[in-house]
């Protein structure tokens, strides 16, 4: 096991299963404590023992992106055993447009709720966290987003995926980078980073295992961006290749 991140604390959401298990076995196998992010703590503590038996320091907490009140006690948590959050990895997140029905056509409910989990979620965690991050030497936020919010690409007519326009998930991912940029411009002036990364078309519950690519494949881009150098890019949208368009 490599030493590199020893000392860091990392918070991932949604980390009980697919890419954020993956991701926090990823940065735990580097000397990383991981928090593991789950709404069901049983299934939490669960994924947290899977990464314990590999001899990764793993903690599970109970946090529902879309309940404020378990944010603010993961939040409290974390101040109170460890002083400071070096890593926050949004990757919470939903899909409930899969019936790719036209834009026109979708319920309203539908990116109401979409929003609630995948922008608003991802704005309430890393507000209510920003304080411990500052408190870090080196923080580090990256947003979980998708190609498939890409505006670039969804304009394209030869893009891989030209034919999933989901309204709601989408643009959830378009709002999600544009979250991404305005606090990196915030935060220029401090050590902390902010970025959104690029998973792919990765196999997991969100596409009913349908994508080509990994879990390990799926976290390499977040990860990479959860350990820039002090020199890295802050403001950017990446996949594990380099820049992904807007």
């Known amino acids: 096991m490599s030493e590199d991140l020893k000392g ?3 918070l991932i959401t949604g980390a009980n299963k697919g890419i954020g298990h993956e991701i ?13 992010g789950s709404r069901d703590i049983g299934r939490g503590e669960e994924a947290a023992n899977k990464l314990r038996l590999n001899q990764i320091d793993a903690r599970s907490v ?28 949004n990757n919470a997140g939903i899909l ?16 109401r709720q979409t929003y609630e989990t995948n922008v608003f979620g991802v704005f309430a965690v890393t ?3 920003l304080p411990l ?5 080196a923080g580090r936020i990256v ?66 295992y349908q994508g080509y690519r ?10 990479k961006l959860a350990t820039l150098p002090d020199d890295g890019s802050s403001g950017g949208f990446f996949d594990e290749n380099g820049v992904v368009p807007w």
Request: zero cysteines.
């Open 8 to 10: 860091k604390v990392a």
């Open 24 to 36: 926090a076995r990823q940065l735990g196998s580097r000397g990383a404590t991981v928090l593991v």
């Open 62 to 89: 109970q946090l529902d992106v879309i309940d404020q009140k378990t944010i603010d006690s993961v939040s409290k948590q974390i101040e109170s055993e460890f002083g400071k959050l070096d890593i926050l990895v």
């Open 96 to 111: 409930l447009d899969s019936d790719r029905l036209p834009p026109s056509q979708v319920d309203i409910e539908t990116l």
């Open 127 to 129: 507000k209510a966290l």
């Open 133 to 137: 991050l500052k408190k870090s030497t």
């Open 143 to 208: 947003n979980l987003s998708s190609g498939l919010g890409s505006l670039t690409q969804n304009s394209d007519p030869n893009y891989e995926f030209v034919h999933f326009k989901l309204i709601a998930y989408n643009s959830s991912k378009t709002a999600v980078n544009a979250i991404t940029v305005l606090l990196a411009a915030e935060l220029k002036d401090t050590p902390i980073k902010v970025n959104a990364a690029d998973p792919g078309f990765t196999a997991t519950d969100i596409n009913q």
């Open 214 to 223: 990994t879990v390990e494949q799926g976290a390499i881009a977040a990860v």
